[in-house]
Nanobody, 124 residues
Framework: QVQLVESGGGSVQSGGSLRLSCAASGDTYSRYYMGWFRQASGKEREGVARIDSIGRISYADSVKGRFTISQANAKNTLYLQMDSLKPEDTAMYYC??????????????????WGQGTQVTVSS
């Protein structure tokens, strides 16, 4: 099974940028469908972006045009570039993996492996 470790969170002002990383280990990275989720205080965990092994990507409407998901298969690493951050982007961000073959999914219930999360705080 795969282990996931996120990094790159922090505190920024509105309009700023952060780049999150998720390092995967323990299994072949290309066997997994990868996603970023976030959970704000008192709210449900929601999908932010996802990517499959050949680079097909999907974003939540709330982050389209501001966030970019990418991966470096040779480095077993998933990224989330977050630009034009807003206070409503404040949340714990999680990296998640789902073993292929599988259908594309943005539901948290379809992902089997999770990182510990990294906090992103955006102040106005």
């Amino acid at each position: 099974q795969v282990q996931l470790v996120e990094s790159g969170g922090g505190s920024v002002q509105s309009g700023g940028s952060l780049r999150l990383s998720c390092a995967a280990s323990g299994d072949t990275y290309s066997r997994y469908y990868m996603g970023w989720f976030r959970q704000a205080s008192g709210k449900e965990r929601e999908g932010v972006a996802r990517i499959d092994s050949i680079g097909r990507i999907s974003y939540a409407d709330s982050v389209k045009g501001r966030f970019t998901i990418s991966q470096a298969n040779a480095k077993n690493t998933l990224y989330l570039q977050m630009d034009s951050l807003k206070p409503e982007d404040t949340a714990m961000y999680y990296c998640a993996a789902r073993k292929t073959p599988c259908a594309p999914s943005g539901s948290k219930y379809d992902y089997n492996y999770w990182g510990q999360g990294t906090q992103v705080t955006v102040s106005s």
